[in-house]
């Protein structure tokens, strides 16, 4: 039988199992506006010249619900790269129609963080929504995309601001794999 120590005696069962999983999980946590689109991107959907942006039908998807191609492939080469799991914590999670409009993109979301302006009104800010996804899922192998910097002071280490200029780059997607490191072959 699984066993697992927490607060209050050992862990069994079940449960045990997950928590032990989540302890191995990488997790990405994701923002949106800013890492998948940017000022860059907006200004080439602005000038009409989808030609940069997209080539074929389904990727122009991609363009009607604001999210650059490019930024989204190198998400996926992090996830293929690290065998890191994609946690959404931009605010587009509020949306319900969020996950619909991520489907063209083939990134598969596994979760989500908590929303907590219920808890903390408008002083909440992302790191205390990651800090509450972390208790309920332990790990320390995670990267946070985003450009804002409303992290907690533990979190810093796995922080990787984002330019909203430009989102989400090659440079930035070399430093998520090296901070959670690729699977072994």
């Known amino acids: 039988m699984l066993g697992v120590k927490c607060n209050r005696g050992p862990v069994k069962g079940e449960f045990a199992k997950i928590l032990r999983d989540s302890m191995y999980n990488k997790f990405v946590f994701l923002d949106i506006d800013g890492v998948l689109n940017s000022e860059y991107f907006y200004s080439l959907t602005a000038s009409g010249d989808r030609s940069l942006i997209c080539e074929s039908n389904l990727l122009d998807s991609y363009t009607k619900e604001n999210i650059d191609r490019k930024t989204v492939e190198r998400v996926l080469r992090i996830c293929s790269e690290t065998g890191a799991e994609i946690v959404l914590t931009s605010s587009w999670r509020l949306d319900n129609q969020c996950f619909y409009r991520l489907l063209p993109t083939g990134m ?11 808890k903390y ?8 929504e990651i800090d509450e996804y972390l208790k309920k899922f332990p790990s320390d192998k ?20 984002i330019d909203n200029c430009f989102g989400l780059t090659d440079a930035d997607a070399e430093r998520a794999i090296d901070m959670l490191g690729k699977i072994s072959a």
């Open 121 to 128: 009104g408008t002083t909440c800010c992302r790191g205390q």
């Open 108 to 118: 598969e979301i596994h979760r989500q963080t908590p929303s907590l302006l219920w």
């Open 142 to 161: 995670y990267c946070i995309l985003d450009d804002d910097t409303d992290m907690l002071e533990y979190q810093l280490p796995h922080f990787i601001q």
